[in-house]
């Protein structure tokens, strides 16, 4: 073989060597984004304080590069949510992503508080707040509804039954701690 060739040859074999691990790396940063949750990162404990907040206001917090709701349930809003459980997909959260002290109706660990990731189970889109007043007319109770396709939620995160989304929103690990709620310990 003449020098050129050998030199075009290992030219070929180092560029087919550059594209395999380019698309290796690609793949491995695919299925780790997959795979990763905010609550297995190593995500800083952040405390939210409890205090000031009013009965039917909702919070929106950063934690883990991911969107918190944090609600302050009005009596009017846990009628809402007794009057229609019948209505929902999965009232008992079996399915649900939430920790085990969770499993109750308010899907909480602080009375009175709700506390998700602030994205709808369908595809994963911003949600809005709507008070039952305002959802009365629309013949529900109100709770959340995402942006992207109108799926609704009700104050607890549960998902109503004939919606695109089939799971309820998913609520992260925390303690409350008096007045305060603390993710990432």
């Known amino acids: ?7 075009r040859l290992y030219y ?14 690609v793949l491995q940063a695919m299925v780790s984004g997959f795979f990763s949750h905010p609550e297995t990162d190593t995500a800083l404990p952040l405390a939210i304080s409890l205090d000031g907040f009013e009965p039917g206001e909702m919070r929106l917090v950063q934690w883990a590069g991911q969107e918190l709701v944090v609600l302050r349930r009005s009596p009017v809003m846990d009628a809402a949510d007794a009057a229609h459980e019948e ?16 499993r109750n109706p308010g899907r909480t660990l602080a009375p009175g508080y709700f506390i998700a990731y602030a994205r709808g189970t369908d595809l994963s889109c911003p949600l809005d707040l709507v008070t039952p007043e305002s959802a009365a007319a629309a013949g529900w109770g109100g709770g959340f509804t995402d ?4 799926s609704r939620y009700d104050f607890a995160g549960r998902v109503y039954e004939g919606q695109p989304a089939r799971r309820n929103l998913e609520v992260p690990a925390y303690r409350a701690d008096g007045a305060r709620i603390v993710l990432g310990e």
């Open 147 to 150: 942006r992207c396709r109108g």
């Open 12 to 25: 070929r074999a180092a560029l087919k060597l550059l594209a395999l691990g380019l698309v290796l790396f």
């Open 1 to 7: 073989m003449a020098p050129t060739e050998t030199r």
């Open 87 to 102: 209505r929902l997909y999965d009232p008992s959260s079996r399915l649900s992503v939430q920790p085990r002290e969770a």
